[in-house]
């Protein structure tokens, strides 16, 4: 019997999948299509180095979500939800609520704001535990993904007064030879990752440019630096998240160290997919809102990418 499952195939998932099972948690994987479910039970995952090497070939118990939403009495009591959050919308958000038992936990790994909120008012009796990853995975297939670089988890707390389920998912992610760490301040993490992804996947998506592109021409990088400090003054309106400048360093450094990807926003935008810029700049926009804060920058690249044909 699995005790836990991840929700969404994609880089995320697929990482987590592979290396739970290998480490010996039984952890189903729940998934868009029938086809990428039966391809996983015929093949496993493959789960490759920076390099493209192999590291192992994980088996796992693979199915659609529709599938898991049957009416099980039994089902895993800890669900990774690894799925955009342009995937959080009320079909997938009521297979969701039929999938995890009501004594349940999910983790919600999403980037970006929206998605706390999304999953309370669609499953208000399943508790939610926020967790930030900076993990680097790349999903090179339905069954294949490479571990692109090691980062970090960081669990929050579903409610204050109670870490038990929060330790549980640590232990796990722990056990899967991951570094997480349960930390109360998960939201600081959240809001970090939130600057970086604000200031590079809109720029990415509009000039077509790979992510150390940005760093490339001092026209680009001048663009980015006015989109970080706007970007910078909201979130820290909010909550203290650092020192300006070496939150400035720490966004070049991401570009530096995933200079050759695409940001997932590129991708989006390449494969004609929606793109979640509604919970990134766009969610930026309502914080500079609700602060009585311009955000003109914020407020210019989100009607931008909106209008990417
Ligand atoms: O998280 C990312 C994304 O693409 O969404 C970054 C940090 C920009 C890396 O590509």
């Given at each position: 019997?699995?005790?836990?499952?991840?929700?969404?195939?994609?880089?995320?998932?697929?990482?987590?999948a592979?290396?739970?099972?290998?480490?010996?948690?039984?952890?189903?994987?729940?998934?868009?299509?029938?086809?990428?479910?039966?391809a996983?039970?015929?093949?496993?995952?493959?789960?490759?180095?920076?390099?493209?090497?192999?590291?192992?070939?994980?088996?796992?118990?693979a199915?659609?979500?529709?599938?898991?939403?049957?009416?099980?009495?039994?089902?895993?009591?800890?669900?990774?939800?690894?799925?955009?959050?342009?995937?959080?919308?009320?079909?997938?958000?009521?297979?969701?609520?039929?999938?995890?038992?009501?004594?349940?936990?999910?983790?919600?790994?999403?980037?970006?704001?929206?998605?706390?909120?999304?999953?309370?008012?669609?499953?208000?009796?399943?508790?939610?535990?926020?967790?930030?990853?900076?993990?680097?995975?790349?999903?090179?297939?339905?069954?294949?993904?490479?571990?692109?670089?090691?980062?970090?988890?960081?669990?929050?707390?579903?409610?204050?007064?109670d870490?038990?389920?929060?330790?549980?998912?640590?232990?796990?992610?722990?056990?899967?030879?991951?570094t997480?760490?349960?930390?109360?301040?998960?939201?600081?993490?959240?809001?970090?990752?939130?600057?970086?992804?604000?200031?590079?996947?809109?720029?990415?998506?509009?000039?077509?440019a790979?992510?150390?592109?940005?760093l490339?021409?001092?026209?680009?990088?001048?663009?980015?630096?006015?989109l970080?400090?706007e970007?910078?003054?909201?979130?820290?309106?909010?909550?203290?998240?650092?020192?300006?400048?070496?939150?400035w360093?720490?966004?070049?450094?991401?570009?530096?160290?995933?200079?050759?990807?695409?940001?997932?926003?590129?991708?989006?935008?390449?494969?004609?997919?929606e793109?979640?810029?509604?919970?990134?700049?766009?969610?930026?926009?309502?914080?500079?809102?609700?602060?009585?804060?311009?955000?003109?920058?914020?407020?210019?690249?989100?009607?931008?990418?909106?209008?990417?044909?």
């Open positions: 019997m699995a005790c836990a499952a991840v929700a969404g195939a994609g880089s995320m998932g697929l990482l987590l592979a290396k739970l099972n290998a480490s010996g948690i039984a952890c189903e994987l729940w998934t868009r299509t029938e086809e990428q479910a039966e996983l039970v015929r093949d496993g995952i493959s789960l490759q180095d920076e390099t493209g090497e192999e590291l192992s070939r994980v088996a796992v118990r199915m659609p979500l529709e599938e898991a939403a049957t009416a099980r009495s039994d089902g895993p009591k800890v669900v990774f939800l690894a799925v955009k959050q342009t995937a959080l919308k009320p079909p997938l958000l009521a297979l969701l609520a039929r999938a995890v038992p009501t004594d349940g936990t999910i983790v919600a790994l999403q980037n970006g704001f929206g998605h706390l909120e999304a999953l309370k008012e669609a499953l208000p009796e399943t508790e939610v535990v926020p967790a930030v990853t900076t993990e680097g995975a790349l999903r090179k297939s339905g069954t294949t993904v490479s571990h692109t670089g090691k980062g970090e988890f960081r669990v929050g707390l579903a409610d204050e007064s870490r038990r389920s929060s330790d549980r998912v640590e232990a796990m992610l722990k056990q899967a030879g991951f997480a760490f349960v930390s109360n301040e998960w939201e600081e993490a959240l809001l970090r990752k939130l600057l970086a992804n604000a200031v590079i996947n809109p720029l990415t998506a509009i000039w077509g790979r992510n150390g592109q940005l490339e021409s001092e026209r680009k990088k001048a663009v980015m630096k006015a970080f400090r970007t910078y003054g909201i979130l820290r309106g909010r909550k203290e998240i650092g020192e300006e400048d070496e939150l360093r720490s966004v070049m450094r991401v570009c530096e160290k995933t200079a050759a990807n695409r940001s997932s926003m590129l991708q989006d935008v390449l494969a004609g997919r793109t979640e810029i509604d919970y990134i700049n766009g969610a930026v926009c309502r914080m500079a809102e609700e602060q009585g804060l311009p955000s003109p920058w914020n407020e210019t690249l989100t009607a931008l990418v909106k209008a990417i044909p």
